[in-house]
């Protein structure tokens, strides 16, 4: 059974930072690229950032410079570090993986960018 558990999230001040985890279970994690999304309240969920399985990056523009994506095959787990953080980012986090052409989320973590 594929299971995502997310962590990490909190309340932080404009200009902090913070490191989300995704924690996988029931996949051959290492083979797997993830992707981190995240959906504000009324709007679409959307990709911030994905690794592959290679520990290939890609990130949304408006992340790009402040957040890192990273990987430890060890521990199943993929790490979102967020630094300088924006009232505009806003949002519940969540990591995603496709497995079998099924897509599966996380239960997600809440990100709260407010002074």
């Known amino acids: 059974q594929v299971q995502l558990v997310e962590s990490g999230g909190g309340l932080v001040q404009p200009g902090g930072s913070l490191r989300l985890s995704c924690a996988a279970s029931?996949?051959?994690?290492?083979?797997?690229?993830i992707g981190w999304y995240r959906q504000a309240p009324g709007k679409q969920r959307d990709l911030v950032a994905h690794?592959?399985?290679?520990?290939?990056?890609n990130y949304a523009d408006s992340v790009k410079g402040r957040f890192t994506i990273s990987r430890d095959n060890a521990k199943n787990t993929v790490y979102l570090q967020m630094n300088s953080l924006k009232p505009e980012d806003t949002a519940v986090y969540y990591c995603?993986?496709?497995?079998?052409?099924?897509?599966?989320w996380g239960q997600g973590t809440q990100v709260t960018v407010s002074s």
């Open positions: 029931g996949i051959f994690f290492s083979a797997k690229a």
């Open positions: 690794i592959t399985s290679f520990g290939s990056t």
């Open positions: 995603n993986v496709n497995v079998g052409a099924v897509n599966y």
